[in-house]
């Protein structure tokens, strides 16, 4: 069992739910765009966040990019949806992962410190979460054409 279940009561282990967040993987410039995140946990990060209640993930991801990049994307495709429990040491979500291309400049804005447009096969080491899994994924997605299968 995850360290975080063991300390929750019966109740609290019967009444929580995962928490919805989406990520975009956008596609800029021959590579994709990453923040390096103002808060915990600390690290570079695909852009995302959680979806607000009675949000569409689509919109909420259009959202989560505008505030933390500056740039209105265009959606393309669904890569995956990932629900590890251990994912992120808040709390236990799940994310529906989004590839998009935008168009404009790029800019750091809300919880996002730094903001760089990194070459897929150049990535920081320091990444948050399971986004180096989430990027290993998008790269054999990128080379296939095929989707990531269930675990």
């Known amino acids: 069992m995850l ?14 739910n995962p928490v919805p967040t989406v990520d975009i993987i956008i596609e800029m410039k021959g590579g994709i765009v990453l923040i390096e995140r103002r808060n915990a946990p600390f690290g570079w990060a695909i852009p995302g966040g959680f979806v607000d209640y009675g949000e569409l993930l689509e919109d909420a991801a259009r959202r989560e990019a505008l505030e933390e990049t500056s740039l209105k994307v265009n959606l393309k495709q669904m ?18 992962v989004f590839i998009a291309d935008a168009k404009g400049i790029p800019k750091a804005a809300d919880d996002a410190k730094n903001l760089q447009i990194f070459d897929i096969r150049k990535l920081p080491e320091t990444m948050a979460f399971d986004h180096a899994q989430i990027l290993s994924d998008y790269v054999k997605f990128k080379k296939t054409g095929k989707l990531p ?3």
């Open 149 to 151: 299968k269930p675990a």
């Open 79 to 96: 890569l995956y949806a990932y629900s590890n429990p251990a994912r992120d040491p808040r709390r236990h979500t799940i994310s529906t």
């Open 3 to 16: 360290n975080f279940l063991k300390n929750l009561s019966k109740k609290e282990k019967t009444y929580r």
